[in-house]
């Protein structure tokens, strides 16, 4: 049986930090989003040499994801002040950074496998169309990736363990 989308879940750390915080808090990424992939942006170099011999160099991947229908919503607490902040400060660096936490929920119960990334958040937009305040934004991966479980509680906050 195929896993539905849902098994795939990813959350951001907020208020937003570059190191796990001591009590983990997490945004469900999820709510008006139809859609949702990493996009792995392999770098590969297709290298031709006088022997007309082909060497392909890897050199790995930029990944990164977009929400693009994030709606401006004061209910979601450290989450919303963060890209609040971010656009409409126009912050740059640290400022933008946190975790991202992933989670494959491909079993039963937990602990489930989860793997967690230092990212750059950076909202590309901030206004839209008539129906609500939208900050679209992208989560860049910063490539310090650590493989764990997450065991999640009655709350529905999970707690990883590398």
């Known amino acids: 049986m195929k ?11 907020a208020p937003f930090a570059a190191e796990l915080a001591s009590t983990q808090s997490w945004h469900k990424i999820g709510k008006d989003v ?3 992939s990493v996009n792995l942006n392999p770098e590969t170099e297709t290298v031709k040499n006088i022997l007309d011999e ?4 890897d050199n790995g991947y930029e990944p990164s ?12 607490g450290d989450f919303y002040d963060e890209i609040k902040g971010i656009s409409l400060n126009r912050l740059t660096g640290d400022d933008c950074k946190t975790l991202c936490l992933e ?4 079993k039963t119960e937990g602990p489930f496998d989860a793997w967690i990334e230092e990212v750059v958040v950076k ?11 939208r900050f679209p934004y992208n989560v ?19 707690t990883f363990t590398e």
Request: proline residues 5%; hydrophobic residues 35%; negative net charge.
């Open 3 to 13: 896993l539905k989308r849902g098994a795939l879940v990813h959350l951001l750390q």
């Open 140 to 158: 860049a991966f910063c490539g310090n990736r650590k493989a764990g479980t997450v065991t999640i509680d009655s709350s529905g906050q999970p």
């Open 123 to 133: 909202p590309q937009s901030y206004g839209g169309a008539q129906g609500g305040v």
């Open 54 to 57: 082909t060497n392909i160099n």
């Open 65 to 76: 994801f977009d929400v693009d229908t994030y709606y401006a919503d004061p209910s979601d």
């Open 34 to 36: 139809a859609d949702l």
């Open 103 to 106: 989670v494959l929920v491909d």
